[in-house]
């Protein structure tokens, strides 16, 4: 039998970058250490702005189940962006496409049940457009750092389809900030809560993508440099 | 022995080459790179690209050595790795395939308006310096001279699949020295 041999080039620069390293945790575990982050997000933007005034007229499982809900649903899928993240444990397509898709359901449904428990129209329909476009600012001011620490916790592994897993943290993330959202904002009329809170979900969902795709093309370009480089050493 | 026994022994080589063993890593490397090779070449017929793939898988292997779970299979992460790498390799040959349409066109555009003499041969002579002479004689022969690469592999008395490898690493390593070239400027 013959035996194969490392080649020596791959054997250079294996010896060249190779220090131990700590296996990643699980995606489970990874997911449960994202609980503070959602604990964050529900509390931080009432917190930090205010509670919603008809807090009170809601009932308990409108306000605090659905917004539980929704940030559970977020949580799941950044655990799926991460678990998608391992090589060997990758969904199909197919699967992650549901599951956005069961993302954006939940969003839908959420939205609805609590304008059809208490709507709230505008005061001022023709502020309508300020108003959404101060909850996307409001939203994401809280989302982006979010982001930023998914989209690491995600680089640090190895995703196969990297839009796909990008959409699915930005979307994650984008549903466990509005689970907070919706509790400092007033506003249930469904052409706000689509056109702002959908909105600000949709930039995130999108900017994960993006974000996930061009980390992964720098990493593979640096990658490819790597290998380049050792046909300029050898002789 | 049976398949669960070589299973442990792979993620106990697996273990050992995540905490610093590079006899590990070339005991891996033993095991797997013919199971990961059949699973290359039976979706890739190029012989050098198939060649430069499996480096790649296991370059891109000992990058990510950090995402194997302990207690899991190392072959279903391995070829988890390996598709990954097809999947970009496909991505960029559509690119590439994209981007030689837009080429073809601009060559027809140049015979109407030839502009060699402003050509810049300074910066492909430098990234041309800058590679191994075999693997500047091999480029030359194809690219310059125009031959197969089966008439370079008589002349160099080189297997033919290893003049397809040569000339399609010198490619690559010549265009990243052009790009890098140009990104200075």
């Known amino acids: ?235 | 022995m049976t398949e669960h026994q070589s299973a442990q022994i792979l993620d106990q080589l697996m273990r050992e080459y995540q905490s610093g063993s590079l006899a590990a890593f070339e005991a891996l490397y033993r095991a797997l790179a013919p199971r990961v090779d059949g699973f290359i070449r039976a979706r890739v017929r190029d012989d050098a690209r198939a060649s430069d793939l499996l480096q790649e898988t296991f370059l891109e292997l000992h990058r990510s050595r950090r995402t194997y779970l302990p207690g899991h299979s190392v072959i279903g992460w391995t070829f988890g790795i390996a598709q990954n790498v097809l999947l970009r390799h496909r991505r960029e040959a559509r690119r590439r395939d994209e981007h030689e349409v837009s080429a073809d066109l601009s060559e027809l555009e140049e015979q109407f308006t030839p502009r060699t003499a402003d050509f810049e041969w300074q910066p492909l002579q430098d990234a041309l310096d800058r590679l191994s002479p075999d693997s500047r004689t091999t480029w030359w022969m194809r690219n310059i001279e125009g031959l197969s690469f089966e008439a370079i592999a008589v002349r160099l008395g080189i297997a033919a699949a290893a003049v397809r490898l040569r000339c399609s690493r010198a490619t690559r390593a010549l265009r990243a020295a052009l790009e890098k070239g140009s990104d200075h400027d």
């Open chain 1, 1 to 235: 039998m013959t035996e194969t041999n490392v080649p020596t080039s791959l054997l250079n620069h294996v010896r060249a970058n190779f220090q131990p390293v700590r296996p990643l945790a699980s995606p489970l575990r990874r997911t449960v250490a994202l609980v503070p982050l959602a604990i964050l997000l529900f509390f931080g933007p009432p917190e930090y702005y205010h509670w919603r005034e008809n807090l009170a007229q809601l009932p308990a499982w409108v306000s605090w189940g659905m917004s539980a809900l929704e940030s559970l649903g977020g949580c799941a899928l950044t655990g799926l962006a991460l678990r998608q993240a391992v090589p060997g444990m990758t969904a199909r397509p197919r699967r992650i496409l549901l599951a956005l898709a069961a993302g954006l359901l939940l969003f839908t449904c959420v939205s609805l049940s609590t304008a059809n428990v208490l709507p709230t129209p505008l005061h001022n329909p023709n502020a309508w457009a300020r108003l959404a476009w101060e909850c996307v600012i409001d939203e994401l001011l809280f989302a982006i750092p979010s982001l930023a620490i998914s989209a690491w916790l995600v680089a640090r592994a190895l995703p196969m389809r990297p839009s796909l897993t990008g959409a699915a943290y930005g979307l994650g993330v984008g549903l466990m900030t509005d689970a907070g959202l919706r509790l400092f904002c007033w506003i249930d009329d469904p052409l706000h809560v689509f056109a702002g809170h959908g909105g600000a979900i949709l930039i995130g969902t999108v900017g994960g993508a993006l974000i996930a795709t061009l980390i992964e093309r720098a990493k593979h370009r640096r990658l490819r440099r790597l290998r380049d480089s050792d046909i300029f050493s050898s002789a």
